[in-house]
């Protein structure tokens, strides 16, 4: 006969034979209780004093994070699909393209990069960084993270989401403007980069992102400029490929501050910042066979990022200033044959009819070596410094003419550069097309394929990758039982609740599975 008693006796006699023998074996091995096992030291191994400037120097990096990360924003484009995708190899998004080995930071989407999404996909969605310099909304990245887009989406760092207004955009030198609609926001004060040096420190903060299940949000990396004045070809080789800007490919500023900090895809449009957390470039592009960082990053000197951002958002487009001469870098050969003090300037091999260099008697062989004081090393820097100023501008130009130093004064001309497009404007989609999704009738057929017993009701046909929806697992094929609490039984009535939203507003899904199980999803739609 069974007996709990004596079941009972045994398995407690089972116990503590065992712990017994737990206890001699701890014993043989000079463990005879719990405040005998070794103890764990805490103690620092190496003096305060000693590592005292890493430490500061690491809190110092906290510190910088803290402030500046608030600032920098996701961006999530939405552009027509292109047939061939852009060149450059590597880093998902193709922007930055036609530089072998130098592919951009313009991350992927989510699961991949652009190349990977369906083809049926009239539009394909990739994400970068940028960063707010105004409370009001505005917002600097380059101009490949927003390029073509025909909805721009732009998150903070506390999660709230906006459809963004393009401002203005200048491919010459790869900046872009753009807007979200909202006051109160943190910003990021600018540097200069004028003043940057080498072997300076320097933080790259980016929000890749990335969407769907693996977020990425706000990389740190820290670094130091490794180099100035890079002219690489980028966005030269970028000008003769698209339409209306072959004829201006010359015009391309190139004048990059290299970066051994860490920047991988997504991070392009974010901020470079210095010790005191200002900003001193933009993210741009990456050295890499892979497409991933390997020790060389570029960015937009924040100097001309701040001087295109002031002729963007004053009036949608960049006024260019010109002197009409072409130059070539001078070469230890120049400088021995112009007795020249150094193998640095700008050497004048062209002068341009009908120009403001012809008028103010500049010359071939001339070498320029300074512009209103600031010192020209090379013809890329000559560039960035003349853009930085505006047409109509008088600026004194230091050069050498056959051996004797000289100032010119010149007054600068207006070169219209590129497509001249009206200045955009927001657009007004509505929610639907804000948290990303499109619906449809659930027809037998489509029923059939995906497995409901029964058509009809609505059902959601499309939906944009890396857009609220998507973050928020809804699907194509779902099947939307009731919006706000609300049944929903014919697509009109789902657009007729949806069309009432606005943005900032909280909607609810409750969903269908074909198995017949439901789920809810809370989103807001972006402002």
């Known amino acids: 006969m069974f007996d709990p008693l004596k079941t009972k006796t045994r398995i407690l006699g089972a116990v503590l034979l065992i712990a017994a023998t737990a206890l001699g074996t701890a014993s043989v091995m000079g463990w005879t209780s719990l405040s005998a096992m070794p103890a764990v030291d805490d103690r620092p191994q190496v003096s305060a004093d000693d590592v005292r400037p890493a430490v500061e120097l690491s809190q110092a990096f906290v510190a910088i994070s803290e402030t500046v990360t608030p600032a920098v924003v ?265 007795g020249l003090p150094r193998a640095a300037g700008a050497f004048v091999d062209q002068i341009q009819p009908g120009t403001p260099a012809e008028e103010a008697g500049l010359r071939q062989e001339d070498v320029i070596v300074a512009i209103d004081g600031d010192a020209v090393e090379r013809p890329s820097q000559l560039q960035s410094l003349i853009v930085q100023k505006r047409p109509g501008d008088r600026v004194t130009l230091r050069l050498y003419r056959d051996g004797e130093a000289m100032d010119v004064q010149i007054r600068l001309g207006e070169r219209e550069v590129g497509p001249r497009p009206n200045r955009q404007t927001a657009r007004e989609p509505g929610a639907a097309s804000r948290l990303g999704i499109e619906i449809g009738e659930l027809s037998p057929e489509d029923a059939r394929q995906l497995g409901y017993d029964e058509p009809g009701g609505v059902v959601i046909t499309g939906v944009t990758r890396a857009g609220p929806a998507a973050r928020a697992d809804l699907g194509p094929g779902l099947r939307i039982l009731e919006i706000n609490r609300t049944p929903v039984e014919t697509v009109e009535a789902a657009e007729e609740i949806l069309g009432e939203l606005e943005g900032g507003d909280i909607v609810s899904f409750r969903l269908g599975f074909p198995s017949g199980e439901t789920t809810v999803r809370n989103l807001r739609v972006p402002r």
Not at 104 to 111: A, I, V
């Open 74 to 338: 996701r961006i999530e484009v939405d552009r027509p699909r292109q047939t061939a995708q852009r060149g450059g190899g590597g880093g998902g998004g193709g922007g930055l393209p036609g530089f072998p080995g130098f592919p951009d930071l313009f991350g992927p989407g989510p699961e991949g990069g652009e190349q990977e999404q369906e083809r049926q996909q009239p539009l394909q969605t990739a994400g970068g960084s940028g960063f707010i310099f105004s409370s009001d909304g505005y917002i600097l990245t380059n101009d490949h993270v927003v390029a073509r887009a025909e909805q721009i989406r732009v998150i903070l760092a506390d999660g709230r989401e906006y459809v963004a207004e393009m401002v203005g955009s200048d491919p010459t030198t790869d900046v872009a403007v753009i807007r979200i609609d909202d006051t109160g926001l943190p910003t990021l004060s600018f540097g200069s980069s004028r003043d940057a040096r080498v072997g300076e420190w320097v933080l790259a903060i980016g929000n890749p992102g990335f969407g769907g299940g693996s977020r990425l949000d706000y990389t740190v990396t820290a670094g130091i400029i490794s180099a100035v004045g890079r002219p690489l070809d980028l966005l030269r080789n970028e000008l003769q490929r698209q339409e209306g800007w072959a004829e201006d490919a010359a015009f391309a500023i190139e004048d990059f501050i290299q970066t051994d900090a860490v920047i991988n895809p997504g991070n392009s449009g974010g901020p470079l910042v210095d010790m005191e957390g200002r900003v001193v470039g933009i993210n741009t592009a990456i050295a890499s066979p892979t497409g991933f960082f390997q020790g060389y990053g570029f960015a937009v000197p924040i100097d001309l990022g701040k001087r295109i951002m002031e002729d963007l958002v004053e009036y949608g487009q960049v006024r260019r200033p010109y002197l009409g001469i072409g130059m070539q870098p001078v070469s230890a050969v120049d400088q021995e044959l112009y």
